[in-house]
C-alpha cells in the first residue's frame, strides 16, 4: 500500500535539533520550534514558509492558541513568548525561574499551562490583559506534558498526574505506570478520558474511558517484540499522536527512527513506516486527520544520535487506515483529501495483524538495566559507571549552555566492591540505571566453605551465596549464628550479581 509523502524545504535549512512540531487548530499550517532559536510557520498547503521568527534562547515547547493566528513558545531562558503570527509582534508572557520544558493551550479555559525545570506548574488566564500565573509545585521536573480540552496529563520522573483544568488545585489521578521507570512522552485522548504514556524503555501504557464503561481500554505493551536471541528491543518512545480522524488509531515514534500505526481497541500493530535517517523528535496529525507530520532530528538523548541536518516529512492519510482499524473501535465522521500533497517521494507501509506486539500485564519484560536522563538523577540514586551498578553519592552539575549541553558530573560506590566510581555525562543523554531489589531470607545454615542457607518464601532454601566479604558484616553473622540467635539477611541483586549486604537479628531460636 501507498502513501503519499511530502518533505519540507526551507530556503534556510533548521540548523539544530527540532523540539516539537503542531499543526494549527483550523489549518493545514505547520508550527516548528527548534533548538537553533527560530519559531517557524510554514503552509503546508502552499509549500512556503510564512513566518521565521529568532529569540537569543533554544525553544524547547511550542503551542498554537485556538486562534491560529497565536503561538506561544517555552525557552531554555525560562521566558514564555507569545507570538501575533500576523504583525509579527512577540511579546514576553512571563517566566520560570529555571528552564521552560513544556507548554500547552486550552480553548474551553483559555488557560497557557508552562512547566519547566524549577519543578513548577504555571497556570497563565490569556483573557486578563496582562496574563498572571497560578502556581502549582512539584516534586520533581516535569518530562512531558499533553492538553486536551479540560484534561491536562503531565508525566514527571516516573509518575503521571493528571488534572482537571476547571478545578486544577490537586490532580485527580497519580500513577506509576511502569513501576519506577522514566516517563519519556504523553499524550491525552482527544475524543475520550484517558491518556497514554511513552518510557524511555519502549513501552507505551494505554487508559482510555469512554461513555460506556464496558468499552474502557486500559494496558501496557511493548511497542517491538523480542528478538531471535530473547532479547527486548529498548528504545524510548519519544511521542505519541491520535488521529482525529479514526478512534483509537494512535502512532508512535522512538529514538531509533520508527514510526508505527496501532489500534487500541483491537490491540494490533495496523501499520509500520520506513525507518527514518534519524530519531523521531515529534510527530502531529493536522486537525482532521489526513495529514500526519513527522519530526526527523536529534533530539539530545542518545550520546549516538546523528546530528544531522533535521528534516520534517508530510504522510498524506488516506480512508485506508479507517478501513483497517477493527470494528470494535468507535468511529468519528471520516474525510478525504480532494487532491494528493505535493508529492516528492512514496512510503510503503508494512501491514500487520500480529499481536505478540501487546502485553495485557503491567510487566513487559525485564532488564538488568533501564536508560534514564542523566540530569534527573539524584544523590541516593543508581547509576552503571564502567559496567558496574553503583549508588550515587553525589552530583555536580555545570552551568547549562545554549543548547543544554550540561555536564553531570557522578560519583557512585559499586554496591557489591565498596570501590568508588566517577562518571562525566551530558544532563540531557541517557544513562543505564541498575534495577535494584533487596530480599530477606531466613538464615537456616553455614556450611564449611561459607556458603549459607536460606529459606525462600514457598519453604525451599537458596543455597547459591556465600558469606560477604566485608570483615564487620561477616562476623556478626557468624557470632550470631554460633549464639543460635535467629538471623534474616538481606540480599540485595543488581546486574545478575547477589549479595548479602545486611543483616536483621530476630532474637533467639
Known amino acids: ?19 516539537r512540531i503542531r499543526f494549527a487548530p483550523h489549518s493545514n499550517n505547520l508550527l516548528i520550534s527548534s533548538w537553533d532559536s527560530s519559531l517557524r510557520l510554514y503552509d503546508v498547503d502552499a509549500s512556503v514558509l510564512r513566518v521565521e521568527a529568532h529569540s537569543e534562547a533554544s525553544l524547547l515547547d511550542c503551542c498554537f492558541q485556538d486562534d491560529d493566528s497565536v503561538a506561544f513558545s517555552a525557552a531554555s531562558d525560562g521566558l514564555i513568548r507569545r ?3 500576523h504583525s509579527g509582534i ?112 519502549g513501552r507505551v501504557a494505554l487508559q482510555i474511558s469512554y461513555s460506556s464503561s464496558s468499552n474502557d481500554i486500559g494496558y501496557i505493551f511493548r511497542c517491538h517484540p523480542k528478538s531471535k536471541d530473547a532479547k527486548h528491543h529498548f528504545a524510548s518512545v519519544n511521542d505519541i499522536a491520535f488521529s482525529p480522524l479514526v478512534s483509537g488509531t494512535f502512532v508512535t515514534s522512538d529514538n531509533e527512527g520508527h514510526v508505527i500505526m496501532w489500534d487500541a481497541g483491537s490491540r494490533k500493530r495496523l501499520a509500520e513506516l520506513p525507518t527514518y535517517p534519524n530519531s523521531i523528535a515529534s510527530m502531529s496529525y493536522n486537525h482532521v486527520g489526513q495529514l500526519l507530520a513527522v519530526a526527523s532530528s536529534h533530539t539530545y538523548q542518545e550520546a549516538n544520535e546523528i546530528e544531522g541536518p533535521p528534516q520534517v516529512f508530510i504522510h498524506n492519510v488516506d480512508s485506508f487506515e479507517t478501513r483497517s482499524v477493527s470494528s470494535a473501535s468507535k468511529r468519528l465522521p471520516q474525510f478525504f483529501l480532494s487532491s494528493p500533497c505535493l508529492l516528492v517521494g512514496k512510503c510503503d507501509l508494512n ?44 552530583v555536580s552539575t555545570s552551568k547549562t549552555g545554549k543548547h543544554g549541553h550540561a555536564k553531570c558530573h557522578f560519583v557512585g ?18 544513562c543505564d540505571v541498575p534495577h535494584v531489589n533487596r530480599i530477606d531470607y531466613q538464615l537456616i545454615d553455614i556450611s564449611e566453605d561459607g556458603f549459607v542457607s536460606l529459606l525462600t518464601d514457598n519453604g525451599g532454601t537458596k543455597d547459591d551465596l556465600k558469606l560477604p566479604s566485608d570483615d564487620n558484616l561477616l562476623s556478626q553473622i557468624k557470632d550470631g549464628f554460633a549464639e543460635g540467635k535467629d538471623l534474616v539477611v538481606s540480599v540485595m541483586s543488581a546486574m545478575g550479581e547477589e549479595q548479602i549486604n545486611a543483616l536483621k537479628d530476630i532474637g533467639p531460636k
Not at 500500500?1 to 523540539?19: C, G, N, V, W, Y
Not at 508552562?114 to 488566564?125: A, Q, R, Y
Not at 509545585?137 to 482537571?164: I, K, P, Q, R
Request: proline letters at 4%.
Open 1 to 19: 500500500m501507498k502513501r503519499d509523502l511530502l518533505q519540507l524545504h526551507f530556503e534556510t535549512p533548521i540548523s539544530d535539533a527540532i523540539s
Open 83 to 85: 507570538y501575533d503570527l
Open 90 to 201: 512577540i511579546d514576553t508572557v512571563g517566566s520560570h525561574d529555571d528552564i521552560a520544558t513544556c507548554i500547552g493551550y486550552s480553548n474551553e479555559t483559555y488557560q497557557l499551562i508552562t512547566s519547566g525545570f524549577d519543578k513548577k506548574l504555571l497556570f497563565w488566564d490569556t483573557r486578563a490583559e496582562k496574563a498572571s500565573s497560578c502556581l502549582r509545585s512539584l516534586s520533581t521536573e516535569v518530562n512531558c506534558m499533553s492538553v486536551s480540552a479540560f484534561n491536562l496529563t503531565v508525566g514527571a520522573g516516573a509518575s503521571v498526574h493528571v488534572y482537571d483544568l476547571r478545578k486544577s488545585e490537586k490532580p485527580i489521578q497519580s500513577k506509576e505506570p511502569y513501576n519506577g521507570t522514566q516517563l519519556r512522552c504523553v499524550s491525552s485522548i482527544p475524543y475520550a478520558k484517558g491518556f497514554a504514556v511513552g518510557s524511555v524503555d
Open 351 to 394: 501491514m500487520s495483524d500480529e499481536e505478540h506486539h501487546f502485553e495485557a500485564k503491567g510487566d513487559a519484560g525485564a532488564s538488568k538495566t533501564f536508560p534514564q536522563q542523566a540530569g534527573t538523577i539524584r544523590k541516593n540514586g543508581y547509576i552503571v559507571i564502567k559496567n558496574r551498578p553503583c549508588k550515587v553519592v553525589e
Open 413 to 430: 560506590i559499586d554496591i557489591f566492591t565498596g570501590k568508588k566510581l566517577e562518571d562525566i555525562v551530558p544532563s540531557s543523554h541517557n
